[in-house]
Nanobody
Framework: QVQLVESGGGLVQPGGSLRLSCAAS????????MGWYRQAPGKGREWIAT???????NYADSVKGRFTISRDNAKNTVYLQMNSLKPEDTAVYYC??????????????????WGQGTQVTVSS
């Protein structure tokens, strides 16, 4: 029932920047951790960054110093600011969130959801 939708992907040149957004919707009581992952062609899904409810962040070494994860709790949205992009950053980027949702019939329940992904292509 909780849905995540990524946006902001596109085609950029090496050294360029993109800002990805991921908005969660549904009957959400609480979002704990939100994160970003990516999957390049022929590769497995790779963890990029996570941010907790207290806004503590962690980054993969491959993006540390270049990418910044942030969140807006009022909007149930997580962002990924991507700077100094490299061709090897080309991938489909996915967001993830876990927390507590609500349904009238069952009450509260834990959820863990993924977005559909957004394509990021870094090429000259």
């Amino acid at each position: 029932q909780v849905q995540l939708v990524e946006s902001g992907g596109g085609l950029v040149q090496p050294g360029g920047s993109l800002r990805l957004s991921c908005a969660a919707s549904g009957s959400i009581l609480y979002i704990n951790t939100m994160g970003w992952y990516r999957q390049a062609p022929g590769k497995g899904r790779e963890w990029i960054a996570t941010i907790t409810s207290s806004e503590s962040t962690n980054y993969a070494d491959s993006v540390k110093g270049r990418f910044t994860i942030s969140r807006d709790n009022a909007k149930n949205t997580v962002y990924l600011q991507m700077n100094s992009l490299k061709p090897e950053d080309t991938a489909v980027y996915y967001c993830n969130a876990d927390g507590i949702g609500y349904t009238p019939s069952t009450g509260t329940k834990a959820f863990g959801s993924w977005g559909q992904g957004t394509q990021v292509t870094v090429s000259s």
